[in-house]
């Protein structure tokens, strides 16, 4: 049964892990869905959290490899969890000179069905936008303006109006029989639902798009937001907007279970 949250922060002199007392700021982060046991690409989040440290803090790779291995030894094996790994640099912790990597086992928020899009004005401020972790508060303060409109998530547009993500997800859309996304050079998080999703595509020899749209392209358009927490959910509104968002349509729930269907024991 899913308990309380833990912090643990890893000494990487032993390879264990001690309590921390409270979190703290983070310059790399990850997270993923554990249910009981069963995590879906969590080797591509391995492989995601190793390069952004590697990238931004020159930590080597087995080092921090070492401490992902580790991490997953301590995640439960029943209920829901939805546990967080972090790297925080020298100077913003105190629990190692030459930095720290922290686990935390948090319970899984409830996860919903659709989302609700809110769509700010200016462009998006990120400064490591194909990173999780550096631009965090500013992705936290932007679903917060998002939820007091009355929405469920911020779309994360380019300089020139291109659709890019949302705060927390990314977006794909369909044209017809066509599953579309933004190029993979487009400034944005290299997501593992995302990447797990165009497997699926290959697999199905469904045809794949890469295009840069404006909003106005999505205008009656399905679109679906992803990410390792809820899996699909589609756009169900596009929140102060004209824009319409049609129903799903019945390959939702059919994509839904070929995702499920990636899920493999931690």
Not at 119 to 145: F, I
């Amino acid at each position: 049964m899913t308990t309380r949250a833990r912090r643990l922060v890893w000494r990487g002199d032993t390879g264990a892990f001690a309590t921390a007392s409270a979190g703290g700021p983070a310059l790399v982060v990850d997270s993923w869905l554990v249910s009981d046991g069963l995590v879906r690409g969590l080797d591509l989040h391995r492989e995601r959290f190793v390069r952004a440290c590697a990238a931004l803090a020159g930590v080597r790779t087995e080092t921090t490899g070492a401490f992902f291995t580790a991490a997953v030894e301590e995640l439960p094996r029943s209920g829901d969890w939805f546990p967080r790994v972090e790297y925080a640099p020298a100077g913003t912790t105190g629990d190692a000179a030459a930095g720290a990597f922290r686990l935390w086992i948090r319970p899984a928020p409830q996860r919903g069905s659709f989302v609700r899009m809110w769509v700010p004005e200016e462009a998006d401020q990120r400064r490591h936008p194909a990173v999780k972790g550096p631009d965090l508060p500013y992705l936290l303060a932007l679903r917060d303006r998002a939820l007091a409109a009355g929405a469920d998530e911020a779309l994360l547009l380019g300089p020139g109006g291109q659709v890019l993500e949302g705060t927390t997800t990314s977006l794909l859309w369909w044209r017809g029989d066509k599953l579309c996304m933004p190029p993979d050079e487009a400034p944005a998080l290299h997501g593992v639902t995302r990447r797990l999703i165009r497997a699926i595509a290959g697999n199905l020899w469904c045809p794949v798009g890469f295009e840069y749209v404006t909003l106005a392209d999505l205008d009656g358009v399905e679109v679906w937001t992803v990410n390792a927490l809820h899996g699909i959910r589609p756009v169900s509104a596009w929140a102060q907007t004209a824009l319409r968002a049609p129903a799903p349509t019945d390959r939702l729930h059919h994509w839904r279970r070929l995702l499920t269907a990636t899920s493999a024991p931690i």
